[in-house]
């Protein structure tokens, strides 16, 4: 009460801060007129200028009110679109390293243009990031006639490019491109073998389009990139033939928390199952030597029962697409992880893949957290505040729109039953299509936007789909959903980056009527009055109306959906129609709601309508949306151990690539080698008689290539354990320089950072592998009464540890032990010339010797 009287007398928070930025837009207004009357040429001199003034000691902000001035003239020459003063704003905010809320159609496409250009001044690089490769090409096109008339230029990474379209495209003042290129690249340049090789710049300012799909939505599932294990794709479709054979009391299912657990009766049925197909012998499930059964099992019931078509996956030309929950788009190359992916296969009778091995992975939230300034831009990003200010530190601000808001919010509908619930929409969209109105439906799935088109096709009602299915004709179908009387259904629509222009989009209808970018001017004219035409018809029928066929589990994509219609002032409508057997509402709305209604009695196709209703849906989407925001944090506390190490790696193969020579890293390393192998087999303070020297002997034969007579140096030399480590550290001194001057310094130089760069991404690979087995298994300590993060920060520590340790040894022993000459004797080679490594009189099936993996030689150390 006390809260609502403050913001009524003095303005909310937000209110408050966008009020300070007025003297600034103030300030930008004054100089347009100053700005008109430059010559293009002296336009394009403004950024040699303003590059001047940085280098002669001024900052961004004693620039900004020239600098989005520059801009705002750029884009009048350019696109014939003047930014107007909340744009302004919204560009000070994104300069500023915030989050901008804006409503639909108020242009933040246009707005980013101002913080771009200004921040990439410094030289140092800026990225726009999209959601998609049709955006990113779309905007770098659209927005780059600005860049270009004031002399910056841009670059566009898009998933055809290679390495070296990319490196140019890195290098441009600014770079659009989507989140998973950005991140991919991120991985990929930290698996490369030269810094010439890498692609990206170090990160300066990245500005996120849709950030709330962006930096929430797409957070819980990481980037990964795999390598092929061995193929196990006959056991996935043999497993998948028990799951139907199972009944309703074989397994327990809770959809709230989306897990699906075999009961002690269904562990009978599939042990039974089981054992008349030979796949398991006498005992349990349980046993160890059938974790891998289990495992499989577990993942097969969750395909079953927890993945369904359509709504989490899509199956395409022999493959199984991911369909992101919250925008409705095809994730096309992202699968999921842990044999899940293929146990769907399985299920849906498709070739099935081979299992991936981890070789990179990050998660979004820790790679733009590596940005030094961060900002974005949504439509709906208030509702999820909390969460951009503890992960991200980014505040939110909610700029206001040009034109008020003229859009009719109606309170939701409740039917009984879905079937009721489906006819009233018809009716409603039969409603609009009487008067000329345009409707845009929403639904939760490709499975329900495709019973909405059954239905109106049998009332002969015209309309386009949208889904993850067509969703290359997506922005077509967009450009279309303003005309008077077009229905479009659509699923979630999240970042789709395409206004619903009343009268239909001016550039896709002249790019499918007149088949022309560039057509006369008498044919574009008649179609500007068609679209002009169209578009009074439809404000005179009210606009566009939304209609919400189920309410989504967070309110942000509610949102999203509502803020298609009313954009830039124009009318709208919109109206949620739900059923109890939504999900939404039978999972977790709360039975006293259900009871409620239940004690209403209502007649077949009646609704409910009360605002306390919206209330009640509301109170369930914040229940939802904060354990999804648990299940997040939860994850990113995970993915903190994993990346502070990946870090260390990262930074190290950094290091590496950097120095031509890194012959005193790897003296360290045999250093350190030689003092662990001696305490190894001669422990603090034990007796001679405890010292191991066959041990000893053996190791310094592995590791250092040396054949000593350590057991003469004990009994007749006396020495002590501190001696020995000199005696070893000298004579393997002696040892590789020898080795060095015998194939040639620079070539021995070269084999060193070769190898040591080969061993540490194998090491890395194989401590991931590692990680992700113990990561599956980490929770049942809670049963231990032991906290899962802290077990799995401290074994992670250990295994780190225990990795640096191995690596070492393996650099060591390699070095020590192989043989290294060139393939040409040409005198005057070049040192890259490739280099011959040979294994000596190694197995190649024999365990490895030259470090503790315990694989085959030639599947280790031997590959190299």
């Not at 030979?278 to 097969?300: P, R």
């Amino acid at each position: 009460m006390f809260n609502n009287l403050t913001s009524k007398f003095f303005g909310s928070s937000n209110d408050r801060q966008i009020k300070k930025y007025n003297p600034l837009v103030h300030k930008i207004n004054e100089l347009e007129d100053i700005f008109i009357k430059l010559s293009d040429q002296e336009l394009k001199l403004k950024t040699i200028d303003f590059k001047e003034k940085l280098s002669n000691g001024e900052t961004l902000d004693n620039i900004l009110p020239e600098a989005f001035a520059t801009v705002r003239e750029a884009a009048k020459r350019t696109l014939s679109q003047r930014h107007f003063d909340v744009q302004l704003i919204g560009g000070l905010v994104l300069h500023e390293g915030k989050i901008a809320e804006m409503k639909t159609g108020e242009g933040k496409t246009l707005v980013s243009t101002l913080a771009c250009y200004l921040n990439a001044l410094e030289g140092k690089g800026v990225h726009v990031v999209t959601v998609n490769d049709y955006l990113a090409k779309r905007d770098s096109e659209w927005m780059g006639q600005i860049y270009n008339l004031l002399g910056m230029s841009v670059g566009c990474i898009l998933s055809d490019k290679n390495d070296e379209e990319r490196r140019i495209a890195y290098k441009a003042d600014i770079t659009y491109g989507t989140n998973n290129e950005f991140g991919f690249d991120y991985l990929r340049d930290n698996m490369k073998y030269s810094l010439d090789e890498m692609v990206q710049r170090p990160f300066n300012f990245a500005i996120i389009d849709e950030v709330d799909s962006i930096l929430i939505d797409e957070a819980r599932t990481p980037l990964v990139i795999s390598g092929q294990s061995e193929d196990s794709s006959t056991l996935y479709k043999s497993i998948d033939k028990f799951i139907p054979l199972l009944k309703q009391d074989d397994f327990e299912l809770d959809e709230k928390q989306r897990t699906c657990n075999l009961t002690d009766i269904g562990i009978n049925t599939v042990e039974e199952a089981l054992r008349s197909e030979n796949m398991i012998e006498d005992g349990s499930l349980f046993d160890i030597k059938n974790v891998s059964l289990l495992h499989h099992i577990n993942q097969a019931l969750r395909a079953h029962k927890l993945f369904q078509k359509n709504t989490h996956y899509m199956v395409k030309d022999d493959s199984v697409i991911i369909i992101d929950e919250f925008t409705g788009r095809a994730m096309e190359g992202r699968r999921f992880g842990e044999g899940q992916h293929q146990a769907i296969e399985a299920k849906e009778k498709i070739t099935v893949q081979p299992e991936n091995q981890t070789l990179a992975s990050v998660t979004f939230q820790n790679y733009f957290r590596m940005y030094p300034k961060l900002s974005g831009m949504t439509g709906t990003a208030l509702t999820e505040e909390g969460e951009f200010s503890e992960i991200y530190n980014l505040q939110v601000l909610a700029v206001p729109t040009n034109l008020k808001v003229a859009r009719i919010d109606s309170n939701d509908e409740i039917y009984k039953t879905n079937f009721e619930r489906d006819e009233a929409v018809i009716l409603l969209i039969e409603d609009c299509q009487k008067n000329n109105q345009p409707v845009l439906v929403g639904t939760v799935s490709i499975e329900k936007s495709e019973i909405l088109s059954n239905l109106l096709k049998e009332k002969n009602i015209k309309h386009e789909v949208l889904n993850a299915k067509f969703h290359e004709q997506e922005a077509q179908i967009i450009g279309y959903a303003g005309i008077p009387g077009a229905v479009t259904i659509a699923t979630n629509m999240a970042g789709r980056g395409t206004d619903i222009q009343l009268g239909g989009n001016l550039e896709i209808r002249q790019s499918n009527e007149l088949k022309s970018s560039s057509p006369n001017e008498g044919k574009l004219n008649d179609l500007k009055n068609d679209i002009e035409k169209k578009k009074n018809i439809a404000l005179q029928a009210g606009g566009l109306y939304v209609i919400g066929t189920e309410r989504h589990e967070s309110r942000r994509i509610d949102n999203q959906l509502r803020g298609r219609t009313g954009r830039q002032g124009d009318p709208g409508g919109s109206k949620f129609l739900l059923s109890l057997q939504d999900d939404l509402m039978r999972i977790f709305g709360s039975d006293r709601l259900e009871n409620m209604l239940g004690k209403l009695g209502l007649e077949k196709g009646e609704a409910i309508v009360h605002p306390w209703i919206n209330k009640a849906v509301e109170k369930a989407q914040g229940k939802v949306e904060a354990h999804n925001f648990e299940i997040r944090k939860q994850l990113l506390k995970f993915d903190d151990v994993m990346n502070d190490q990946r870090k260390v790696i990262f930074d190290q193969r950094k290091e590496i690539m950097r120095s031509d020579d890194i012959s005193e890293m790897v003296v360290d390393m045999r250093y350190e080698v030689i003092e662990a192998v001696v305490f190894k087999s001669i422990p603090n303070e034990s007796y001679h008689d405890q010292w191991d020297g066959d041990g000893l002997i053996e190791d310094v034969k592995n590791y250092l290539g040396l054949d000593v007579p350590i057991k003469k140096w004990i009994k007749e030399d006396g020495i002590i354990e501190k001696e020995i480590i000199s005696r070893l550290t000298e004579l393997s001194n002696n040892f590789m320089a020898e080795r060095a001057v015998k194939v040639g310094v620079d070539v021995f130089r070269q084999a060193e950072k070769t190898l040591m760069l080969q061993v540490l991404d194998q090491s890395w690979k194989d401590h991931l592998l590692m990680l992700d087995q113990m990561r599956q298994s980490i929770g049942l300590r809670a049963y231990a009464q032991k906290d899962p993060l802290n077990e799995y920060k401290r074994e992670a520590f250990e295994l780190f540890e225990d990795m640096l340790d191995k690596l070492r040894k393996t650099i060591t022993s390699v070095l020590s032990n192989i043989e290294i000459r060139q393939e040409n004797n040409d005198e005057n080679q070049e040192i890259n010339t490739p280099l011959k490594i040979d294994s000596g009189k190694i197995a190649r099936n024999s365990i490895c010797p030259l470090c503790d993996s315990g694989k085959k030689y030639k599947h280790c150390c031997g590959k190299l």
